[in-house]
């Protein structure tokens, strides 16, 4: 799925896959969070509500560029740089077509269904 994303309003691509996570994130679209590092390797934000975690794929180490969801804390995660080993609490919800400086000093995120 398509979406359209802006980071401190400047649009990127992006798309979601078809799990149940992120359909369950695109039902509260459109979405403005803000970010905050963690880690150094990656901005975290917290939707309104957790997402289901129905049905999640098998655990994948995340990577630059992907978005993520941390089902214990219920918070987004935009990886800007390869992230731990795989974890069934991480759930990849998609990828995000930035550079991983742009990513890294992320302040705002806003994503909206694709036109």
Known sequence: MDIRVTLDGQPVNAT???SPAARDLASLLPLT??????????RIGYPPRKLTTDGAPAPAAAKAGDIA???PWGNLALFYKDGPSASAD????????????????AQRITIQTAP
């Open 16 to 18: 979601l896959n078809g």
């Open 33 to 42: 969070l803000d970010l905050e590092d963690f880690h150094g390797t990656e």
């Open 69 to 71: 969801y941390f089902a």
């Open 90 to 105: 991480l759930l990849i919800l998609g990828h995000i077509d930035a550079d991983t400086a742009q990513l890294a000093k």
